[in-house]
């Protein structure tokens, strides 16, 4: 019989530590995760303001993302996302970084508003600066002690002024990175959207961070559709990038990328009564809701302008004349309009009733 030779003890491959991250001169090291509270400006009262900042650190090099919510201060549902996030398991043997803010625009959070307090749109302050207005402090902070220690971004909305969204990504596919993370994300929708000026998501990609936008929901409302689809988007974005492991045979929605988006607005003031819920595949002047006078019988019909799907929808019956009522999408086909309606009903019978 032949001897078999000792085996000689295998040596141990050192592998260097991950160096540590830090944030507002806060250090956090490889395996752990803190909560950063930055600082911003006091409120009058002399109160300080920050803004919280959750890094998990894992151990393993890959990926560092930012998952950000509440940059209009009345967007709640990714504030809600992002809390459902921190509390997975799946986030203690993560690869690679997760930095996530919850409320990005804490004054508008507390006041219950989209703006700062002074009327000012933080979404469209950016990239901002040190010795602007407080968007523009605001802008400039996420952007130095955030954003530039990033590799990848999600930014979470949801619609405003009393307009509910359907959950839909929101990015510019043309870029390689950002199209894998969008289909990853598995939204029923995907807008391929053009940048918004001074946005959060023309300043990342100016860096050349791939960036995606998510929007779901209404402002000042929980919305467990949107909170469900936006949390399975944000994990599985995380598991397409390599930063938690990938589950076996399980692939992701297949999402539509919209051919156009287009609002339909009413052609009088009055109160209004819808005809079809967001979610719904119209066709070509098909009556989609009536704008009635609350002193007469007088009806005026609002009718779809062409084949498409309801991606977003006022919920207030209150219009003015040329106010935005419906956000309507084209599709290739027919075919793919009802493939994200069915999407809708599958994963919420209501939203579809
Ligand atoms: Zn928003």
Known sequence: MPRKAAQKPKDKVKVPKRDSITIGNICVKAGERSTIDL???????????????????GKKEGPVLFVCAAIHGDEINGVEIVRRLLKLKLLNNLRGTLIAIPIVNVYGFITRSRYLPDRRDLNRSFPGSYSGSLASYLARLFLDEIVAKCTHGIDIHSGSNHRNNLPQVRATIEDPEVERMA????????????????????????????????????????????????????????RELGMVPRKARKKAPHSVVVKATSWV??????????????????????????????????????????????????????VHKGDAIFLFASAESRQELEEISDMVLAENPINAE
């Open 39 to 57: 600082p911003i400006a006091r409120l009058y009262t002399h109160t300080e303001m920050n803004l919280p900042v959750h890094v998990v650190h």
């Open 183 to 238: 289909n990853a994300f598995g939204a029923p929708v995907i807008v391929n959207a053009r940048l918004r000026d001074n946005s959060l998501r023309e300043a990342v990609i100016a860096m050349g961070i791939p960036m995606l936008v998510f929007e779901g929901g209404e402002s000042l409302r929980f919305n467990e559709h949107a909170i469900t689809v936006g949390l399975k988007g944000v994990i599985s974005v995380m």
């Open 265 to 318: 607005r009413a052609n009088k003031s009055g109160i209004i009564h819808s005809a079809v819920p967001l979610g719904s595949v119209v066709k070509k002047n098909q009556v989609i809701a009536c704008i009635i006078d609350p002193i007469g019988d007088n009806e005026e019909k609002l009718l779809a302008p062409y084949e498409g799907i309801v991606i977003g929808c006022l919920n207030l019956p209150l």
